[in-house]
């Protein structure tokens, strides 16, 4: 049965209440920011008249729809890229559309830069873990803007909160009430405890390794596993979505005296960072980055499934590469699209 949506009080006392509590890791290089802290940082490229060309913009110059293929890209300055915490907060945007009986509060954050991968690699000799090793995959995973979000599902009838969305390398998981019972800490007893790995700011609801991506390749009589790594601690800093905020979408207020104030920086659809950029590394110095990891172990034993699983993660991690982030409002959950 349909529900009349949120009003502008009852959306920012849903705010107030269940906002997360994002926790950065204490050994966090790439904070998140303020857009205009980024901005003041960059250089609007306007590839088809250079001339045109905005150092440091504000967000009133910044181009807005229809695109034009990749005519527009940011060019950072190199201090960008470990961002700025006192800056930072959180842009929400609520999505509620006729007939949903419920309101996702989506929590976006921005970070300036997005850190290099860490992966464990474990040799395995008749599928039995012989050797572990943790390496840095520098400069896989990287890539200038990152957007993530954590979302709050907020029933509009009974006003309590039903449910946690949480984004996590272009995943969205949904974790329904008791998932979040479960799984969640909770401060004072109704925000949700987040947490924010470390380089890549994928989010999950406990620290420890949280490892994704898993690959096998192989095991008898030798073969080779791959997590990605995406860890998360308490002791680092901490943002409190339900004090640092800008609503930045609310559609259904549109048009009425409750109506927000949309920066023009929500309208920019093309990619937070440079365009044409690439990864410059080949499957052979990823093998070789394997075997440093797993030491001795790596013996010729290992060279085909160290070959096989280079070549896969190679073509993983590349077609990301290194360009801007795409824009928040251009991504499927801004439009309730998990």
């Not at 060309?53 to 890209?73: C, F, M, S, W």
């Not at 070789?288 to 030491?295: N, P, T, V, Y």
Request: hydrophobic residues 35%.
């Amino acid at each position: 049965m349909a529900t009349q949506p949120l009003t502008r009080s009852e959306l920012e006392t849903a705010i107030a209440k269940y906002g997360p509590v994002l926790k950065i890791h204490p050994d966090e290089k790439y904070d998140q920011c303020s857009i205009e802290w980024f901005l003041s940082h960059c250089t609007l490229v306007d590839s088809k008249a250079p001339t045109s060309n905005i150092v440091h913009p504000t967000e009133a110059q910044l181009p807005g729809p229809p695109k034009e293929d990749k005519r527009y890209y940011f060019n950072i300055e190199d201090t960008v890229k470990s961002g700025n915490f006192e800056t930072a907060k959180t842009y929400i945007n609520a999505f509620w559309t006729s007939g949903m009986t419920y309101t996702d509060i989506q929590f976006w954050y921005f970070s300036a830069y997005n850190g290099h991968g860490t992966a464990r690699f474990s040799s395995l000799i008749f599928n039995q873990v012989k050797n572990q090793g943790d390496i840095n995959l520098a400069p896989l995973g990287e890539h200038v803007g990152d957007w993530e979000y954590a979302a709050v599902r907020v029933d509009n009838a009974t006003k309590e909160m039903n449910g946690v969305i949480l984004s996590a390398h272009g995943k969205n998981i949904f974790y329904d009430k008791a998932a979040v019972a479960k799984q969640f800490q909770m401060e004072d007893g109704t925000h949700p405890v987040v947490y924010s790995s470390l380089n890549g700011h994928a989010n999950f609801p406990t620290a420890g390794p949280n490892f994704t991506e898993h690959r096998k390749v192989l095991g008898i009589p030798a073969g080779l596993e791959f997590n990605l790594l995406n860890s998360t601690a308490d002791g680092g800093k901490r943002l409190e979505c339900s004090k640092r905020y800008q609503v930045v979408a609310a559609k259904w207020l549109d048009g009425t005296p409750d109506a927000y104030s949309i920066p023009a920086w929500v309208a920019y659809p093309y990619r937070w960072g440079p365009e044409g950029t690439a990864i410059k590394m080949d499957s052979k110095t990823l093998g070789d980055f394997i075997k440093a990891a797993l030491g001795k172990d790596a013996s010729t034993l290992l060279d085909t499934p160290i070959v096989l699983l280079a070549s896969e993660l190679l073509h993983i991690f590349v077609k990301a590469d290194i360009n801007g982030a795409a824009a928040p409002a251009t991504q499927n959950p801004w439009s309730g699209h998990y």
